[in-house]
Structures are given as structure tokens and as C-alpha cells.
């Protein structure tokens, strides 16, 4: 009897150990064999995917954390990472024939006539996924949301709002993104978060309310204000938490769009491009073509004054070309 009670609980402690014992002590940036025993093996890819998912001098080791930032606050256990071996293996929604849409629902009324800033988002998440998007009348959820005022900033609670979104997910949607411009909190002890996303209900709720140049002197929010500092700032969170939607952890590996973030000024150095190990992770289950992928998101970046996405863009087909 206390064999059968016995063993189970020494196989959680040597899954929980290891994880607590790198959480308390200080993180060390992996090492480029580390960050390739992450990727796996590329047997069996075509020479142009090889190319694409190897690592090159366009992509940065993840920079040793500062006081305050992910890796040494909040997101401590984050640190074991996610190689593409244990994605594969975890839980994740498919894309398939019937559930291939990701749709934006705006929820806050100072929406209504920012069409051109919708459409914006439209379209880089369509290019950034190679998946269709689709744009929502705009929905107040101000109601049947828990909320609380915080520094005299009114936040709603996270927890509420996926609730109300897992009973709204359209029959064909990959997933429900909802865009709001009022503060998120997901629990008490948070000061805030830039936006949460529940991969078993296919939802998430992002606020752009701390994007704003407005917003750390007055709490609020001005669309006449918006600059390329701003886009940039909604495109990461856009695509950032749709990431984790495919159920793709906090990057560990790389300088990566996927880096966990706990201000704005770690989420203003993170990149806007996926690594080689989250990009793998993203392709797995889209099956893009990266080459087009690429081609489509430098126009996008060329159009929106993202000029050096842009240019990180080129250098990258150049450096994929040459390796062909």
C-alpha cells in the first residue's frame, strides 16, 4: 500500500524538482548547442525548410535578464523552456478545414470609427499567420466583468472576461481574440497584464491601453496619438498571445517575440519576428510556406513605416537563399 502511495508522489517531485531548482537560481542564456538540441532534428525537411529553421546571424541569443525583467521576477518558471520534442507532445488546438479563422472582437465603444486601425490589425494577423481574420462588430463587455481601480485606473478582470468569450467562439473560429482599450488585471497580486489567453477555449483578451504615449500621465487613451511606436506595441501582444494560443510556451532560447515580458520597456526590446525554435513550432501546425510567409510580412512592414522589420526581413531571404 505505501508503495502504490509512495511512487506516484516521487514521480511528481522529479518532474516539479527540476523546475524549482532552476527557478531560484540565477538563468544562464543557452548556449547554441542548447538552442539546437531544442530545435531537434531537421531529417527528413526539404533543403528549403532546412534553410529556414536553422539558426543564422539574424537571430540573437536571449540577453542574460535584468533586475525586474521575466526571468527574474514572475516568470521564473519559465525557465526549463519548450523544445519543439515536448510541443509536439503537449495539448494544442489543430488547425483544420473547419476551424482555420481567427477573429478580432473589439470591446469597447471608443472603437466605433476606427475602422482604418481595425483593418490594420486584420491584416497583420492574416499575414502573420497565413490564416484568414476576420473583424466583429464591437461589443461592450463592460458588464458581468469584475473590475477594480488601480492607481486611479479602472482594470477589468481577465479571468471574467474568457469566460464570457469561451460561450461566443464562432463554429468555424481557431480562435476569439478580443481587443479591448480598458487596463487588465488577471488576480489581485498583479499590478497588470498586458493581455491573457486561454488555449483550451480558443480565446484571449489583449489591452492596448498602456501602448498610448497618453496613458502613463493620465490613464487614458488617444487614437489621435497613435505612431509606429503604438503599432509595433499592438502587433507584439497580437501576435504573442495567439502564439501561446497554439500552445507555445515562453521562449527561453532566443531574442523572440515569444519572450516573456513584465513592462513595456522589455516588451518595446523584444523583436517582432519568431526564432527559429517558436517559428518550427508554428509551422508544425499551419503548414505555411515560410518563404511566402516572409515575402508577405516585408510588404506589410514596408507599408505600415515598420522599416526595420523590414530590412530583418531581407537580410533573412538573403541569408535562406545562400543556404540553398
Keep these: 500500500m505505501r508503495v502504490a502511495v509512495y511512487v506516484p508522489l516521487l514521480g511528481v517531485l522529479g518532474w516539479l524538482l527540476p523546475g524549482l531548482i532552476d527557478a531560484y537560481t540565477p538563468f544562464v542564456p543557452p548556449e547554441v548547442h542548447e538552442r539546437q538540441k531544442a530545435m531537434g532534428s531537421l531529417n527528413g525537411l526539404p533543403p528549403r525548410l532546412k534553410g529556414v529553421f536553422q539558426e543564422t546571424a539574424s537571430f540573437d541569443g536571449i540577453p542574460e535578464p535584468g533586475p525586474g525583467d521575466w526571468l527574474?521576477?514572475?516568470?521564473?518558471?519559465?525557465?526549463?523552456?519548450?523544445?519543439?520534442?515536448?510541443?509536439?507532445?503537449?495539448?494544442?488546438?489543430d488547425v483544420t478545414e473547419g476551424c482555420r479563422t481567427f477573429y478580432i472582437l473589439p470591446c469597447d465603444p471608443a472603437f466605433h470609427g476606427q475602422e482604418a486601425l481595425l483593418k490594420s490589425f486584420e491584416a497583420f494577423m492574416g499575414h502573420y499567420f497565413q490564416l484568414p481574420v476576420r473583424v466583429l462588430d464591437t461589443l461592450d463587455l463592460g458588464h458581468?466583468?469584475?473590475?477594480?481601480?488601480?492607481?486611479?485606473?479602472?482594470?477589468?478582470?481577465?479571468?471574467?472576461?474568457?469566460?464570457?468569450?469561451?460561450?461566443?467562439?464562432?463554429?468555424?473560429?481557431?480562435?476569439?481574440?478580443?481587443?479591448?482599450?480598458?487596463?487588465?488585471?488577471?488576480?489581485?497580486?498583479?499590478?497588470?497584464?498586458?493581455?491573457?489567453?486561454?488555449?483550451?477555449?480558443?480565446?484571449?483578451?489583449?489591452?492596448?491601453?498602456?501602448?498610448?504615449?497618453?496613458?502613463?500621465?493620465?490613464?487614458?487613451?488617444?487614437?489621435?496619438?497613435?505612431?509606429?511606436?503604438?503599432?509595433?506595441?499592438?502587433?507584439?501582444?497580437?501576435?504573442?498571445?495567439?502564439?501561446?494560443?497554439?500552445g507555445i510556451h515562453h521562449c527561453i532560447h532566443y531574442h523572440c517575440l515569444m519572450n516573456g515580458s513584465g513592462s513595456l520597456s522589455e516588451t518595446d526590446r523584444a523583436p517582432l519576428h519568431a526564432c527559429p525554435v517558436c517559428l518550427r513550432k508554428l509551422h508544425l501546425p499551419i503548414g505555411f510556406d515560410p518563404i511566402r510567409r516572409y515575402q508577405s510580412l516585408r510588404s506589410f512592414y514596408e507599408e505600415h513605416g515598420l522599416g526595420s522589420e523590414a530590412r530583418w526581413i531581407e537580410q533573412r531571404l538573403d541569408e535562406i537563399t545562400h543556404q540553398n
Design 72 to 93: 527574474t521576477s514572475i516568470g521564473r518558471m519559465d525557465r526549463r523552456g519548450q523544445t519543439v520534442r515536448r510541443f509536439k507532445r503537449g495539448w494544442r488546438n
Design 144 to 246: 458581468g466583468v469584475t473590475s477594480r481601480e488601480n492607481n486611479g485606473v479602472l482594470q477589468w478582470l481577465t479571468r471574467d472576461i474568457l469566460d464570457l468569450l469561451a460561450d461566443c467562439v464562432p463554429e468555424d473560429a481557431y480562435s476569439l481574440i478580443a481587443l479591448t482599450l480598458t487596463d487588465l488585471y488577471p488576480k489581485e497580486s498583479w499590478n497588470f497584464v498586458f493581455g491573457q489567453a486561454s488555449l483550451k477555449d480558443r480565446v484571449g483578451v489583449f489591452s492596448l491601453a498602456r501602448y498610448f504615449e497618453t496613458f502613463s500621465t493620465n490613464g487614458e487613451t488617444d487614437f489621435g496619438s497613435i505612431d509606429v511606436k503604438f503599432m509595433r506595441r499592438a502587433f507584439k501582444v497580437l501576435a504573442h498571445e495567439t502564439g501561446h494560443m497554439f
